[in-house]
């Protein structure tokens, strides 16, 4: 059975023609994780830690002070400026995201938003969006639906699926339901699913 991440998912859906069965035959035959090939990996984990502390949104630039990479220590300061940005004078509350796999067509796509935050008061589960490349509006759709028709029913209470597009400080959330979501996401893992095994 085919797992894939919801950032594969979401790439592998905004492709089209030759460019989406290439895109799924690079995600099967990727290697296996490894958290030393994970660019964002230190910073992700930086500003999940400050929220699970209680600590101050400044805590965050601790992480800077430690880094070697150049490309790290080139990349990072933009994206700890665009989270503390975003975070303002907010009161934020961390509260454990809940995960899950969302499964159809024998294919399973992790769902895991990294946080858990009340907002102002008002429960949100945040995927961070770190990349420069432009976030697109089909992609956050794509994030949200999947996250709400997955973690929604694990939650206690209404709460807001969201994108923190986090370089650019901006929290993107759905405003309308869009109907054919549902249909378009189930024929796009019918897709891979079929694909897969002659990749």
Not at 104 to 110: C, E, G, K, N
Not at 128 to 149: C, G
Not at 160 to 180: E, G, H, Q, W, Y
């Amino acid at each position: 059975m085919p797992q894939i991440s919801l950032t594969d998912f979401v790439d592998i859906v905004s492709s089209s023609g030759t460019p989406k069965a290439t895109k799924v035959r690079q995600v099967k035959r990727r290697p296996p994780y490894d958290p030393a090939s994970d660019f964002y990996r230190r910073i992700r984990e930086a500003i999940i830690q400050v929220h699970q502390d209680d600590q101050p949104k400044e805590a965050i630039d601790r992480l800077l002070t430690t880094l070697n990479d150049p490309k790290k220590m080139r990349t990072y300061p933009t994206v700890a400026s665009g989270y503390k940005k975003w975070w303002g004078r907010k009161s934020l509350i961390w509260f454990e995201p809940p995960s899950k796999q969302y499964s159809a067509f024998d294919v399973d796509v992790s769902v895991n938003p990294e946080l858990g935050l009340d907002v102002e008061g008002k429960p949100h589960l945040i995927k961070l969006y770190f990349k420069n490349n432009p976030l697109d509006k089909n992609k956050v759709d794509i994030i949200t639906h999947l996250m709400s028709v997955a973690l929604s029913p694990l939650c206690t209470s209404p709460t807001t699926m969201s994108v923190l597009d986090v370089r650019k400080a901006k929290l993107i959330s759905p405003t309308v339901p869009i109907p054919t979501l549902n249909g378009m996401l189930q024929a796009e893992l019918a897709y891979i699913s079929a694909l897969w095994p002659s990749v």
